[in-house]
């Protein structure tokens, strides 16, 4: 079983429409969770942090679930640019740093 | 922008030959990282470093060294490359935020190894 897993999609939605990524996690120790976008043949970029009380960020909204173990990601108001690949994090600490555990992501196809 | 370069940014190789790849950063960031990313799978850690020359191994770092010998340019070196180390790698910073320790990637290399 993956440590993070995620439905890999593709979710094609129209403009305008809103979308929501699960992703659920294995390790109960997990301490950091975030949410990053990559465009394709691009470099993931942060897109939220995700903290325990659930926090927005203009149309993004992320919630945690400790209890369960998973993570979500609502996007309202779907744009084209939105279209991209949603990778699922989660930070455990071992040795000297955070250790990122990435997801293997979920594909959005936003369409006209 | 995290202000982090890679270079080469594309690289094609033979089985066998050696192969750097340079991470470097302009902001004095302490923590550096190298990922690989393949197709169904998630990025998945090499190496990563703790300051200058303080490195450690991640999940994926059999066939690869490290070395930082200043704080700017964290090098990954594949000492004999071979075909299943054709990927995308990535390198990455951390720095300190609420929800703990953020990662920035830098573009990427694109490594083919024949």
């Known amino acids: 079983r993956k440590e993070v897993e995620q439905d890999p999609g593709p979710f094609n939605v129209p403009e305008g429409a809103t979308v929501a990524f699960n992703c659920t996690y294995s390790?109960?120790?997990?301490?950091?969770f975030f949410w990053y976008r990559q465009d394709c043949r691009k470099e993931p970029k942060l897109l939220m942090s995700?903290?325990?009380s659930g926090n927005e960020d203009g149309r993004f909204t992320a919630q945690l679930n400790r209890a369960s173990q998973y993570i979500s990601l609502l996007i309202r108001d779907s744009k084209l640019s939105d279209s991209a690949t949603y990778l699922c994090?989660?930070?455990?600490?071992?040795?000297?740093?955070?250790?990122?555990?990435f997801g293997t992501g979920t594909l959005l196809a936003v369409q006209p | 922008d995290a202000g982090i370069t890679q270079s080469p940014r594309h690289k094609v190789t033979e089985t066998g030959t050696p192969v750097t790849l340079r991470c470097h950063q302009t902001?004095?960031?302490?923590?550096m990282y190298w990922y690989r990313q393949d197709p169904g799978h998630g990025l998945r850690l090499i190496h990563y470093?703790?300051?200058?020359?303080?490195?450690d191994k991640g999940e994926v770092s059999d066939g690869y060294s490290v070395s930082r010998s200043k704080t700017e340019d964290f090098l990954l070196t594949l000492e004999s490359a071979t075909s299943s180390q054709t990927s995308v790698y990535f390198c990455?910073?951390?720095?300190?935020?609420?929800?703990?320790?953020?990662?920035?990637f830098g573009p990427g290399t694109r490594l083919t190894v024949l």
């Open positions: 390790n109960s120790a997990s301490q950091s």
């Open positions: 470093s703790y300051g200058v020359k303080d490195t």
């Open positions: 902001e004095n960031h302490r923590y």
């Open positions: 994090v989660v930070g455990n600490y071992g040795g000297a740093t955070n250790k990122l555990i």
């Open positions: 995700v903290y325990s």
């Open positions: 990455a910073i951390s720095v300190v935020a609420g929800a703990g320790n953020e990662q920035f």
